[in-house]
């Protein structure tokens, strides 16, 4: 995945801290700027995923965030970043109960 490691543009929050604090960078293999690459590379996709949402549906007017990619201070510092402010719902696996939830109503 693609993105700035640790120091890089947009490094900021807990997760760059962590990854700093380490040194080293996503090229050298380096856990923590890698893992801080790929939350920028998802908070990244995801602000273009909801611009062409709010493109084609008008403007959102609340953002709820949940799932492994909402997990942990850094994760959710980085989505701030690039989506605005959100409420996060920490229930585990929301879409596998949504689905359950549309299959017993008969969807």
């Known amino acids: 995945l693609g993105g700035a490691g640790a120091g890089g543009a947009g490094a900021s929050g807990a997760g760059a801290r962590a990854a700093g604090a380490r040194g080293g960078d996503a090229a050298s293999g380096n856990a923590g700027a890698a893992y801080l690459a790929a939350l920028e590379s998802a908070g990244r996709t995801g602000a273009g995923v909801l611009a062409r949402m709010d493109a084609l549906a008008g403007p959102h007017t609340r953002l709820v965030v949940t799932g492994g990619w909402s997990d942990g201070p850094a ?3 980085v989505k ?28």
């Open 80 to 107: 701030a970043r690039h989506l605005g402010p959100f409420e996060h719902v920490a229930e585990g696996f929301a879409g596998c109960r949504g689905a359950a939830r549309a299959a017993s109503r008969g969807s």
């Open 75 to 77: 994760a959710r510092a």
